[in-house]
């Protein structure tokens, strides 16, 4: 992840310890992927509770961005700055392959460099990637158009052949009302490199930057 | 008198003459806690008792070779101040009592292995050998390993790059677990594991010790029987979150230039250790029990030095700057105490409770162990006289429209969808969607895509004012047709190197080094030592003759299981090797699939035809043509093993790879696989699936002898690769130069989701749709999971 934004993107990143608690130097939190804590609990169960968690509500309070990836987007659902939960695949099984997601929104800083309903391929990699909430919490999400990303088969279509993992209305990301919480479990830094043969995550992070820089 | 009786003796893993020499070295009967110590440091897994006389012959010195055998991980240098650290190492018998964490903690074992010398993980590759998928047992064997590779390496975030999975009822019960990791450099000087300056600090940092994986080195050097299962506890339990932080206190640890020496526990835990670094630098460690942090009370000495529990490491650290290390480890949320001291004589003194529990010369523990000069059979034993007295004349006649096989007309079309079936050649999607393959953002070549792995080299700090774009690549491969070394352990080891180089020429990377795993049976069966000693000496001649010197590796023997009955089954002999090789250029690496309808696909290496059988010429040299001696197809579809392997020709191997990478640096190559389990059908078969697109294969009007053996023969030196139609002038001026006439142009890419046709004497021979090719060799391994769930 830091290589993409220090790297390819060339924007100043900083590492931050579990345990800091001033972040307020910082515009733009990413939660990235892994395992924290080992996750040996229920993903993001424990890290909800790390020390920096405190700044990082203040810090979603104020309006600034937050971007979950993976392990970052079940982290995001603990803390409860996103709604719903991600449960065990369909399948039971891990899953690493490239998915082909639906862009259902384009008015976010993170989706405005992509088209609507522009399909895009990218990266999953995760045991418990299936989006679950009640049936309220779901029509909520729908009507206020909170789904960003949808996996869908490489024609678009968002039905169950072209959903890896199970989640409820083939959800693979969804934002806050505000819009600017984004949490998704593809990896769309892992889509940002064309020497690893794909780029189609990389306009996430530039729509951003084109929103801060401006 | 003895303390001990010859059933405790016997317990430990120690012969009655080895008793002997122990008490001979000592002066005096060892106590309970040093006889243990002796028995793990002496069990095959530690000190090699029976295969080091035949591993030196192995070639270990080169212009890259930085560390050779006898460290943690051999280290190779890739030019541009990259430095690539890689291992291999086994966990068969836990992961036969207790698959998932068997196989967990064989991964985070190799990791460890790798961040010792100051080297990132950066990726890990698998060997893997199960019985058929038809036996419940087996079944959950492989389901359980393959879940706890996919926890531990996920979890601790190194990509699961590649790798290999192979059936055969050989491996019944006595699965074969072998992980490979690779990583890369870190630290401004490489961290070996000789002790030195006495009155140094030594550290224990990591877990906890309990008493979990209790004698595991010696349990892992004996064959396992049904009582096995009772010997769950010599299991280990992995932590891999608890690795990830060692990891990266280890690291830094290391850059601080503090630590003077550092070992990880793996087998035999602190015994093995402190006798290593200590045997090793010609010192001694003095080193007390009581300063351990335990995760359980009321532990014995005996306890605490045979321990296996997982995530530990031994430091020797600077004195004096021991609590600037300590610091790093707490801050990590790890134990980290000093619990011993760099002493001048050369003994491990091990002291509880203020008294001395155990005190042995530390070499007799870690480098003066026994050897076993083994008689070798003066004659190839009967099995492999009988088996290689098999002809193809045995088997029913070919015709154009197939064969008779049991009593039933077969189609080669119907033959290739049935090899496609088998799971050892069909599509390990299944197993490897299960790993993230991906995590650390530099896998260029993903699992199924080609012949080997490719994974950029990239450092995680950005150098000062350096340049961002990395172009550089390791590309890795594990290989072993375990058949071929079974049915001719000489041959077999020949054509395992051979096939590991041909793959990593297969994705344009040049071959570099060597890490093995032997695991066979038991050195002690005339059989088993002949099939060791044979292999040995065929990997050794094939990795001079590829100048891939051997940096290291893992020995894994008594790979055998008793039957009710007692009877002892031995495995397939299958050293395993992986290699490494580097790749300049990360935009000219090839895939296996067709790219592009059109483009032209030729067979590098010997053709269809039947090897000219002059009767001047010898045997020998016949049988390095394309034969179905030892053949997927004759065992899966004849039921037979037996034949020799097809033998390497050395000088034809080195010829068509170099052709490859050549091709593929040149950018004429767009495609490029080998002809491994199946042969060119097979070959030709997934290069299909994988571009999702036909090919019009057109033999010509070769002379053959029998068509299934100019089908599915196997052996050759084969590579087939793909040209864009105006590259072919080029490419072809330059195979005449390179090859002579060992290549051979045979069509042409055909149409997205096609068919596959292949016509010999201008007679269609077979053809098969995408479709079918595709749905028998994804779903092989699934539909034999789901049938029983």
Same mark, same amino acid.
């Given at each position: ?22 972040? +307020? ?35 979603? +309070? ?44 384009? +008015? ?25 909430? +009640? ?80 | ?151 531990? /390496? ?15 009822? &050989? ?152 609590? #600037? ?165 000489? #041959? /077999? ?27 066979? /049976? ?18 050794? #001649? ?9 940096? *290291? ?141 036909? &090919?019009?294969?057109?033999? *010509? ?78 779903? &092989? ?9």
């Amino acid at each position: 992840m830091a290589y993409i934004t220090r790297d390819i993107l060339a924007q100043p990143t900083r590492m931050i310890w579990h345990q800091d608690t001033d972040i +307020d130097d910082i515009d733009v939190i990413v939660i990235p992927g892994g395992f924290s804590y080992g996750d040996y609990l229920r993903c993001g169960a424990i890290a909800q509770f790390s020390p920096v968690m405190k700044s990082v509500l203040a810090h979603a +309070d104020r309006g600034k961005a937050i971007l979950g990836i993976c392990n970052g987007f079940q982290v995001l659902t603990e803390l409860g700055l996103l709604p719903g939960a991600l449960v065990r695949n369909r399948d039971l099984h891990f899953i690493c392959d490239r998915a082909t997601l639906k862009v259902e929104r384009t +008015d976010l800083p993170w989706t405005r460099e992509y088209s609507k309903n522009e399909v895009v391929s990218i990266p999953i990699a995760h045991g418990e990637g299936c989006y679950y909430a +009640d049936v309220e919490t779901l029509k909520q999400l729908e009507d206020n158009q909170q789904v960003v990303f949808r996996y869908c088969t490489e024609t678009g279509d968002v039905n169950a052949t072209g959903n890896p993992n199970g989640s409820l209305n083939n959800i693979a990301g969804i934002c806050n009302p505000q819009g600017n919480i984004l949490g998704m479990m593809p990896h769309p830094e892992r889509a940002a490199d064309p020497v690893l043969g794909s780029a189609d995550g990389l306009k996430l992070f530039e729509g951003l930057l084109a929103i801060s820089l401006a | 008198m003895t303390p001990f009786s010859p059933q405790e003796i016997a317990s430990e893993g120690i012969k009655p003459e080895e008793y002997e020499e122990i008490v001979r070295r000592l002066g005096r009967h060892p106590n309970k806690a040093e006889l243990g110590m002796f028995g793990v440091m002496w069990s095959e897994h530690c000190c090699y008792k029976n295969s080091r006389p035949l591993l030196k012959q192995f070639p270990t010195e080169g212009d890259r070779i930085l560390v050779g055998p006898g460290e943690n991980a051999g280290i190779v240098d890739f030019g541009d101040g990259f430095q690539v650290a890689f291992k291999i190492e086994s966990h068969n018998h836990p992961s036969a009592i207790e698959p998932f964490q068997g196989a967990a903690t064989g991964v985070g074992g190799i990791l460890r292995d790798i961040f010792t010398m100051g080297a990132r993980p950066i990726a890990v590759l698998n060997s893997l050998r199960f019985g058929n998928l038809e036996e419940a047992r087996n079944r959950r064997i492989f389901m359980g390993v393959v879940e706890g590779i996919s926890h531990y /390496g996920n979890s601790f975030g190194v990509p699961t790059v590649g790798g290999e999975v192979y059936f055969d009822p &050989a491996y019944t019960g006595n699965p074969l677990v072998n992980a490979m990791a690779i990583g890369l450099m870190e630290t401004p000087e490489i961290v070996k594991s000789g002790a030195s300056g006495v009155g140094n600090p030594v550290l224990y940092v990591g877990s906890t010790t309990g008493r979990d994986g209790m004698g595991g080195a010696s349990f892992a050097s004996a064959e396992l029987s049904d009582e096995s299962m009772d010997d769950r506890p010599a299991v280990q339990v992995g932590d891999p979150f608890l690795e990830k932080c060692l990891v990266e206190a280890c690291l830094e640890a290391f850059k601080t230039g503090a630590v003077v020496a550092a070992q990880d526990m793996g087998a035999a835990g602190i015994t093995c250790s402190t006798s290593e670094m200590a045997a090793k630098g010609g010192v001694g460690i003095e080193l007390d029990l009581d300063k351990i942090p335990v995760r359980e009370t009321g532990m014995v000495p005996y306890e605490y030095l045979l321990s296996e529990s997982q995530e530990r490491m031994l430091f020797v650290a600077q004195k004096g700057r021991e609590q #600037e290390l300590l610091d790093i480890f707490h801050r990590w949320g790890l134990q980290a105490v000093v619990a011993g001291t760099v002493v001048a004589e050369p003994i491990v003194r091990i002291l509880f409770k203020g008294e001395i529990a155990a005190e042995v010369p530390s070499t007799a523990l870690a480098d003066d162990t026994p050897i076993y000069h083994r008689e070798l059979l003066a004659e190839p034993p009967e099995y492999a006289t009988k088996a290689w007295s098999w002809t193809a004349e045995s088997l029913p006649p070919c015709t154009a429209e197939g064969i008779e096989i049991g009593g039933t007309q077969r189609s080669w079309t119907e033959i290739l969808l049935q090899l496609l079936d088998t799971p050892s050649i069909a599509s390990k999607r299944w197993v490897y969607r299960q790993y993230d393959h991906q995590v650390q953002n530099n896998t260029v070549v993903v699992p199924g895509g080609a012949d080997a792995a490719v994974v950029r080299l990239r450092p995680l700090e950005k150098a000062e004012g350096g340049n961002s774009s990395w172009n550089k690549g390791v590309a890795a491969t594990v290989d072993c047709n375990s058949r071929y070394v079974y049915l001719d352990p000489y #041959e /077999g080891a020949k054509a395992v190197v051979a096939e590991a180089a041909r793959n990593l020429s297969c994705v344009g990377a040049e071959p570099i080094a060597v890490t093995d795993n032997l695991n066979f /049976g038991s050195p002690e069966k005339p059989i088993g030592y002949w099939q060791l000693a044979s292999a040995c000496r065929g990997i050794s #001649e094939a990795c001079q003759e590829f100048q891939t010197p051997v940096t *290291g590796g893992n020995v894994s023997l008594y790979n055998e299981t008793l039957d009710s009955d007692g009877k002892p089954a031995p495995i397939y002999p299958t050293p395993v090797i992986g290699m490494v090789g580097i790749v300049e250029d990360l935009t000219r690496v090839c895939g296996q699939s067709w790219q592009q309808e059109g483009d032209t696909i030729y067979l590098l290496g010997l053709g269809v035809e039947i090897s000219r059988v002059e009767p001047d010429l010898t045997s020998e040299l016949r049988e390095c043509g394309v034969t179905l001696g030892a053949s997927e197809y004759l065992a899966a579809l004849h039921g037979t093993v037996a034949g020799k392997p097809p033998r390497v020709d050395f000088y034809l191997e080195r010829r068509v790879q170099e052709a490859c990478r050549e091709g593929i640096r040149r950018g004429w190559v767009k495609s490029a696989h080998d002809c491994a389990e199946g042969g060119l059908v097979v070959a030709l078969a997934e290069c299909c699936i994988g571009g999702e697109m036909g &090919a019009e294969i057109d033999l *010509g009007t070769p002379e053959i002898d029998r068509l299934d053996r100019a089908l599915f023969g196997e052996g050759g030196a084969r590579i087939l690769v793909s040209i864009a139609p105006e590259s072919v002038p080029e490419w072809e001026a330059y195979l005449t130069e390179q090859l002579g006439e060992h290549w051979h142009k045979i069509g042409d890419v055909g149409q997205q989701n096609g068919s596959l046709k292949v016509l010999l004497n201008n007679t269609p021979i077979i053809e098969a749709s995408l479709a079918d090719m595709g749905d028998r060799w994804h779903g &092989a391994i699934e539909r034999r999971l789901s049938g029983y769930k």
